[in-house]
Structure formats: structure tokens, C-alpha cells
């Protein structure tokens, strides 16, 4: 498969009010191959802590959301923007200072083979800071 994957986000809003929303926009383009399959993960990373997975769309249609995330998912704090199918945003509102962190988008591609997914290209960009400020 040749590497056409190409991840461009769009930079966040460097600086927030509480209470409001961050847009993490995820521009990804790619060859459309037959079999071919595309996932989407939102991160953040706080401080020198591990990345915290929020919400993925894909391979196989689905939503995964993180352990620390569903709630906020659940209660429509934060919600999935399928675009043109080049533009994906996912939106936090009600923002908090917990919020505050680099947010990071990866995109990947599978191929599905006897029942199971195979990873086959990945890219991982930075989308930029995010500082929330109290109101």
C-alpha cells in the first residue's frame, strides 16, 4: 500500500474560557483503496503524563471513547463532527481547567483479514496547546 496518509489538524484556540469550547479539527487525506480502512483518535496529553485517549471513530464505523471521557460523552460534552470526509472535528464544551493540555490527532490505516484488523500506516500529529482560563 503506498504511504498516501497525510494528517494536517487545524490548530485549537490556544487559550479558552472556562466554560467554553474547544474544537480540535483533523484535516486527513489518503488514496481510497478498496479494503482499506480508516480510523481517527483524539489524545491530549497533560504535563509529562501519558497521552489520554478521548474518543475513536473506526476502523469499522464504531466510536470508542475513553475510560475517563464517557461520562462527558454520554452527557453530550463531547461530540463527533464527521466532515466531507477530510474534515473531522471533535468538540469539548463546558471546558475546565482539566481540559488544559496538547491535543494530538492520530489517524491509521487498517485492512481486515480472516475476522481481524491489521494496522498498516499510522500518523500521529500535534494539534497544538490548549490553556483554559477561569472566567
Not at 493540555?101 to 500521529?124: D, P, S
Request: net charge negative; proline share 5%; hydrophobic share 35%.
Amino acid at each position: 500500500v503506498p504511504n498516501s496518509l497525510i494528517v494536517a489538524p487545524d490548530a485549537p484556540n490556544p487559550v479558552i474560557r472556562e466554560g467554553g469550547s474547544i474544537r480540535l479539527l483533523c484535516n486527513v487525506s489518503r488514496n481510497f483503496l478498496e479494503g482499506i480502512y480508516l480510523s481517527l483518535s483524539w489524545s491530549v496529553k497533560k504535563g509529562s503524563s501519558l497521552l489520554e485517549d478521548l474518543l475513536t471513530f473506526g476502523p469499522d464505523m464504531g466510536v470508542t471513547v475513553g475510560d475517563d471521557y464517557m461520562r462527558r460523552y454520554t452527557d453530550g460534552g463531547m461530540r463527533l463532527e464527521m466532515g466531507n470526509g477530510v474534515s473531522h472535528s471533535l468538540v469539548l464544551s463546558g471546558a475546565t481547567p482539566a481540559d488544559q493540555g496538547m491535543y494530538v490527532c492520530t489517524a491509521r490505516l487498517w485492512t481486515r483479514e480472516q475476522g481481524a484488523w491489521n494496522r498498516i500506516q499510522e500518523k500521529t500529529m500535534e494539534m497544538g496547546e490548549v490553556t483554559v482560563t477561569p472566567t
